[in-house]
């Protein structure tokens, strides 16, 4: 199990940096935690980090994906299946066409979509400490 701890909103640049050389190759990233954990905060991190103009990051709760650059030129797929009903739903969007890209696919509320992650997604839960912290952690 790899973990990361999130001490406050000053040390999301630090823990967004180590979590994205910590996740190596993968590019299917799913982001499983309660309402207000801060999804959409380290996923915002994340983008940051990844040289996406700040102002280009919102949730994309109504369009369900939303498509960024990275400084690198490449795109950033950042999903929120919260209003997901069906799986169908999903799919009608053209889910595998984004997941099989290549890109860097950030999702938040993937247990809504469960049965149509590829096996390849990386799992990874955030919690909430008693403290107000958060613990990233995921298996490799």
Known sequence: MKEITI???QDLPRA????LKAIG???LIA????MGAG???FTTALCKAL???EDAVSSPTFAIVNEYRAASGEPVFHF???RIERPEEALDIGLYDYLDCGALCLMEWPENIEGLLPEETLKVS???NPDGSRLISWED
């Open 25 to 27: 190759d993968h590019r």
């Open 51 to 53: 040289g996406v103009q």
């Open 16 to 19: 967004a940096e180590e979590f």
């Open 80 to 82: 929120d299946f919260y």
């Open 7 to 9: 001490a406050s909103l």
């Open 39 to 41: 999804k959409t905060t």
């Open 31 to 34: 982001f499983y935690a309660p």
């Open 126 to 128: 955030i919690g909430v």
